[in-house]
């Protein structure tokens, strides 16, 4: 693709910009290349507005812009490159001949954003399409942001979806507690999630296990009356590899029936585990503590990962871009600033919108039970 990428300065004698402003161009027309799309030109105008520039957004006019009219009033850099469905996108800022501050930048932009033009992958881990409209069905329960962490139930379910997981671990343990066990809470819930109020509450011999190397130091009174219960929030395939542990130190361990565990933030940890493990890059679309958004800050930190949080559009620079696979994180109410990051990207090269999903289906009865079909 950087073939293809041609930058140049060309020229206006029809496009009047006033000192201090500049003119980003949501298209215009090459002089040999033809129309040109710029879905990156709301980016540009906000890094032209954070710099105290005026930024008027809209198209160049249909003249065909020329090279070597050193008397022209507005000179316009410009960077374009060919798709691979045809036609070509780019990026074009116009100024006043004579601003030498308003140049400056154009150029400086011009160069900054050309340098980072590339095909790239962006791998996404939300319930709604940058792109277009939300799919039918989403892989784990949508994590629309909130300003309250009231919008998330222990288990990282959002409160608007029903979810009796904590409710369940809990009834469960009162039965195992009132029965004299010696009751162990296996995994920890994901990092920022409410406390579990029935286990603050509880009496009784309690302890919590959240890794194999604790279980496997685990001190048990009397191995045939232990107990587990799973921490609504805790991560199954954790939870799984603790429970491995303990049942082969004590064979008649008892517990919570699988079937009233939650598999959201399994769901979660999986599907964010893949992006990033592919990305050299994570975007954080706008300002939020969901658990979709925790999971994947701290997976980023584990694997240092480099993180950019793009509270704003002007937040989102070169640096952020350079690189051939991104994932891009929605922490926004309504997506529209999600929105707006594909566009630019889109804008910044060739770019594939992927999505990845997991989700995980309890069966109530043994497959094994179901008829089979005949056919």
């Known amino acids: 693709m950087n073939r293809s990428v041609l930058a140049e300065v060309l020229h206006s004698t029809s496009l009047h910009i006033t000192a201090g402003s500049l003119t980003v ?10 129309p040109v799309d710029c879905p990156a030109h709301r980016l540009v105008a906000a890094h032209a507005r954070q710099s105290g520039l005026a930024a008027d957004s809209r198209p160049l006019p249909d003249e065909e812009l020329r090279d070597g009219l050193t008397t022209a009033p ?24 004579d601003d030498a501050p308003a140049l400056c930048f154009a150029r400086r932009q011009i160069e900054s954003w050309r340098a980072v033009l590339r095909t790239r992958r962006v791998l996404y881990v939300a319930a709604q399409d940058p792109l277009g409209p939300r799919p039918s069905s989403a892989s784990v329960p949508p994590q629309a942001p909130g300003g309250s962490r009231d919008r998330w139930r222990i288990c990282g379910c959002p409160t608007a979806v029903a979810c009796p997981s904590a409710e369940n671990a809990e009834r469960t343990l009162h039965r195992f507690l009132e029965r004299g066990d010696e009751v162990v809470v296996v995994g920890t819930p994901v990092a920022g999630s409410p406390a579990w109020a029935g286990g ?3 009496q009784g011999d309690l302890r919590a296990v959240s890794t194999p190397r604790q279980a496997e130091t685990l001190a048990v009174a009397d191995p045939d009356r232990l107990a587990f219960v799973v921490a609504p929030g805790a991560v199954v395939s954790e939870v799984a590899d603790i429970l491995r542990v303990l049942r082969r130190r004590h064979p008649r361990l008892r517990g919570q029936h699988p079937r009233e565990w939650c598999y959201t933030m399994d769901d979660l940890h999986t599907a964010v585990a893949a992006a990033l493990a592919q990305s050299d890059r994570l975007l954080v679309v706008g300002r939020d503590t969901s658990p979709v958004t ?3 800050l701290n997976q980023a930190a584990r694997a240092a990962l480099r993180v950019r949080a793009v509270t704003t559009l002007d937040r989102l620079r070169p640096d952020d871009v350079d690189a051939a696979t991104i994932t891009v994180l929605d922490a926004t109410v309504d997506g529209r600033a999600l929105r707006e990051v594909g566009r630019a990207l889109d804008g910044l090269g060739p ?13 109530t009865s043994h497959p094994a039970s179901q008829p089979l079909s005949s056919g």
């Open 294 to 296: 925790r999971t994947a």
């Open 25 to 34: 161009a949501t298209s215009w027309r090459h002089p040999t290349r033809g």
């Open 351 to 363: 770019a594939s919108h992927v999505w990845r999903q997991v989700h995980s289906v309890k069966e």
């Open 200 to 202: 603050r509450a509880l």
């Open 74 to 97: 507005t000179t316009v850099f410009t960077v374009s490159y060919e798709r691979l469905e045809g036609g070509h996108r780019g990026l074009a800022l116009a100024a006043r001949s």
